[in-house]
Structures are given as structure tokens and as C-alpha cells.
């Protein structure tokens, strides 16, 4: 009977785990890395290796598909064959905002544990490899300090260098600031 009930349990864990990691899609390499090759192909235009990469994000592409109705995997494409850097560019650093803003709006929503910033951190690299599209203009540079420092000051809330306790004003302070970087970076 023992062995039947933790069997029962097993697949009850496993089962969770499997929907779990169906809500935001597992992507190797991790998305920032995936972003950083395809911004290094855009600029010589590698048409190849840009491809290849939009098979590593293929998983995030539909999901953003479903969720977004629209579909960056298209519009990279479409961009890639069309030739012309700066558009490709343009459809990554949309690819890019559109992953900030999946992680952020999932932590805001309780989907994903706002103490735990795996996620966090991820959403952080995508941001400073959004950032070189940010800082165009004066505004640009404003917002892209801001978005920084809050970035920064999330991912220092809960952590050893803070106290490492989880306070209530702490949780609710992080997610004030979740708020703001999705209110600004929706904004770009």
C-alpha cells in the first residue's frame, strides 16, 4: 500500500510539474542568450544563423503568437528574407520587449513566485539588450535609466544584501515596482 501511495504521489508531481512548465515555455538556451546571437547575426546579416535561432525561440514565438496575436516568428522571417538590417533589428527588439514583458505580467498575475528571481534576472538581460533601441533619444536615455534602477532595486529586495528577510512591505514593494517597469516598458 506504501508503495502504491507514493507512486500516486510521484505522478502527482510530475503531472504538476509538466503544467507548470507549460504556463511559460522552457527555452535553451536561455532567451537572452538566444536574443544576443540573433542581434550579433543581424548586423552582417547572417541569414543562416539568424534562422537557426528562431528555432531555439520557437516555443516562446507561438506562445507570444497566442498570447499577443502576433506573430514575431513571421515577422523575423519576413525581415530576414527582405534583407535589411535595421528591420531585423526592429523585429528582434519587439521579440525581445515582448519576453520582458511575458515575465513581468506573469510575477504581476501570481503565475510566477515574485521572491524567486530566476525569471526576474531573465527579464533583466533581455531589458539590456533592449536597451541599445532605447536610448535613441533624450526621453530614450530617461526611461532607460529608470528601467535600470528599478530592475536593480527589485532584484536587491529579498536578498542577503537586503536583509534576506520577506517582509510584507518588502513584497509589496516589488510588486509597486513590477507595475512600473510593465507601465514603461509598455510604453517604448
Do not use: W
Amino acid at each position: 500500500m506504501k508503495n502504491g501511495t507514493f507512486y500516486l504521489f510521484g505522478i502527482a508531481i510530475l503531472y504538476s510539474l509538466n503544467g507548470f512548465s507549460q504556463t511559460r515555455p522552457q527555452v535553451n538556451p536561455a532567451p537572452n542568450l538566444i536574443f544576443t546571437s540573433m542581434l550579433k547575426y543581424a548586423a552582417p546579416l547572417d541569414k543562416i544563423k539568424l534562422e537557426k535561432t528562431i528555432v531555439h525561440l520557437k516555443p516562446l514565438l507561438v506562445l507570444f503568437k497566442e498570447k499577443n496575436n502576433v506573430d514575431y516568428e513571421t515577422s523575423l522571417n519576413t525581415a530576414i528574407k527582405g534583407g535589411n538590417v535595421d528591420s531585423v533589428k526592429m523585429v528582434i527588439y519587439k521579440t525581445i520587449k515582448a519576453d520582458i514583458l511575458d515575465i513581468l505580467n506573469r510575477i504581476a498575475n501570481g503565475e510566477i513566485n515574485c521572491n524567486e528571481n530566476t525569471l526576474l534576472n531573465v527579464a533583466q538581460k533581455d531589458y539590456l539588450l533592449l536597451s541599445e533601441f532605447v536610448v535613441k533619444d533624450e526621453t530614450g536615455i530617461k526611461h532607460d535609466v529608470k528601467i535600470k534602477k528599478k530592475f536593480r532595486t527589485i532584484l536587491k529586495i529579498h536578498t542577503k544584501e537586503h536583509g534576506g528577510k520577506k517582509h510584507r512591505h518588502c513584497t509589496k514593494d516589488k510588486a509597486i515596482g513590477i507595475s512600473e517597469l510593465i507601465e514603461t516598458i509598455s510604453s517604448l
